[in-house]
């Protein structure tokens, strides 16, 4: 999570404050009001050779940040499934290989479609299990991925071999592209449909099998994307699913088999740094696409429109809650408009409505999760102790079904010190 708003010391010539966020384009959409959630709980089951399957080793329940309630219950994978699910990928990577590039792209296209066709579905599905806005943020997401199915379908058509020239004229160089094999796919819950898309769309263009494994909070928005996948006409093995527990208990032996297994290729992998070391480690000599997280900068120099800039600061601070592994984690401005900006922000930070994330005029949902949350606290807690203020927020809202909806905060004279700057939150 990616508490809104932090300030930093005078560094020079230059004030800073902490911000949290990600720039994304707003789309505003008319929304039917709804309150409920789920009615029933749901079973899942994971995808392996081409059947839905269970695991031997119980279940687990995954509730909705929006209201508590347990909205699925899901199968405990293992290390044997992981491995089964490894093996089917294996015996698929021949005919996925040998699978012509405008088959591929059809059925690429396909999926688009069908993820396209499901829009409002899906989108409700990412509000319900991952808390963000239905109308600003759950919908263009969904957009997001099948766009990601599309494109990956026409680069494909494009990545033709070469002849190279050759000093010897009896000789004739070729240069041909040919699929890794399997490829191992490991997300988080913060874009359940938008980054398993940007994995398992170019993995399958280019030939690829793929072993997907979701975070343990969005079990439910990952079955629903293979569905897509599946109903598009894949062969069997070309993508399989397999659920963990690990977010909840630690156990990580699903991921740890994802990684280390000598039938893999490669791993992708979006997630906290020290994570991406892990399997850096881990990984071997496989091909790896790390995606992690990070204290970047957003500045604001002292000739800037101070009004866009503070709404953009805002819009992208609290865009799914702050919770964005690319986020720019500290804004760092200059003295001379130090305060103008951060009355500007301020007065832009008030208007972000907190709430229902299915409610129209809703613009920042509940966070996802309670580690995710109490890292906050822990955050703001430890900034407070060691001087800071907070101008906006700082707690956990009341008067709503669960302890995850956070307040948009702005927190100012934060020093190196402190967490705030120290640590992704």
Known sequence: MKIPFKIFEEIKNLLSFVIFCEIFWLKI?????????????????????????????????????????????????TREDAKRAIDAAYEAKEEARRMPVYEIAKLLHRVAQIISSRREELARQLSIEQGKPYATEALP???????????????????????????????????????YGVFSVITPWNYPFLIPSEYIAPALAAGNTVVFKPSSYVVGSAA??????????????????????????GREEVGDELVTNSKVAGVGLTGH???????????????????????????????????????????SSFSNAGQVCCAAERVIVHERVYE????????????????????????????????????????????????????????????FPTRLYYEPTVVVDVTRDMLFNQDET
Not at 286 to 314: H, N, Q
């Open 29 to 77: 959409f008319i929304v039917e009001r709804k309150s409920c959630i789920m009615e029933t709980t749901k079973t899942l089951k994971m995808f392996i050779a081409g059947e839905w399957v269970d695991s031997q080793s119980g279940e687990f329940n995954v509730t909705s940040p929006v209201d508590g309630k347990v909205i699925y219950k899901v199968p405990r994978g």
């Open 141 to 179: 997401e969904i957009d997001e991925t099948a766009e990601n199915f599309r494109i990956a379908a026409e680069d494909i058509k494009r990545l033709d071999g070469r002849i190279m020239p050759s000093r010897d004229p009896q000789k004739l160089i070729l240069i041909s592209y040919e699929p």
């Open 224 to 249: 629903m994307l293979v569905e897509c996948i599946q109903s598009a006409g894949f062969p069997l093995g070309f993508v399989n699913l397999v659920f963990s527990d690990g977010d909840f208990t």
């Open 273 to 315: 740094s020290s994570t991406g070391e892990i399997v850096s480690k881990r990984a071997g000599m496989k091909k790896l696409l790390l995606e992690c997280g990070g204290l970047g900068p957003l500045i604001v120099l002292d000739d800037s429109d101070l009004g866009r800039a503070a709404y953009a600061a805002a819009l």
């Open 340 to 399: 103008q900006f951060v009355e500007r922000l301020v007065s832009e930070a008030k208007k972000w409505k907190l709430g229902n994330p299915l409610e129209e005029g809703v613009m920042v949902g509940p966070m996802n999760n309670e580690p995710t949350a109490s890292k906050v606290d822990e955050h703001i807690k430890d900034g407070l102790n060691k001087g800071a203020k907070v101008l906006l927020g700082g707690k956990r809202a009341e008067g």
